[in-house]
């Protein structure tokens, strides 16, 4: 069976880091790009890093300079180190992913994990 695990959210105060993990795993030929997701109550879920499978990042303009996005394709792991938090970060986080299975493509998505910024 075909998933991604998320780890490292939680609760951190303003100007705090955290660091997140997610992990795909399975029956995996290759992996794509890998991106982070967030979603608040009641808001669509919005674009934070995506980074290519020859590493290549992009952001959102409300993280750049504060987060970073790398991967470690030999562990088929997407990581998203966060700095600088502030309390409008609070969100789901969710990663997501390009995963050849057999030889079908699909995009998978993890469970989500939770993330919330004191003031």
């Known amino acids: 069976q075909v998933q991604l695990v998320e780890s490292g959210g939680g609760l951190v105060q303003a100007g705090g880091s955290l660091r997140l993990s997610c992990a795909a795993s399975?029956?995996?030929?290759?992996?794509?790009?890998m991106d982070w997701y967030r979603q608040v109550l009641g808001k669509q879920r919005e674009l934070v890093a995506t980074?290519?499978?020859?590493?290549?990042?992009n952001y959102a303009d409300s993280v750049k300079g504060r987060f970073t996005v790398s991967r470690d394709n030999a562990k088929n792991t997407v990581y998203l180190q966060m700095n600088s938090l502030k309390p409008e970060d609070t969100a789901v986080y969710y990663c997501?992913?390009?995963?050849?299975?057999?030889?079908?493509?699909?995009?998978?998505w993890g469970q989500g994990t939770q993330v919330t910024v004191s003031s």
């Open positions: 997501n992913a390009v995963l050849s299975v057999g030889y079908v493509i699909q995009n998978y």
């Open positions: 399975g029956s995996i030929r290759s992996v794509g790009a």
């Open positions: 980074i290519t499978s020859g590493g290549n990042t």
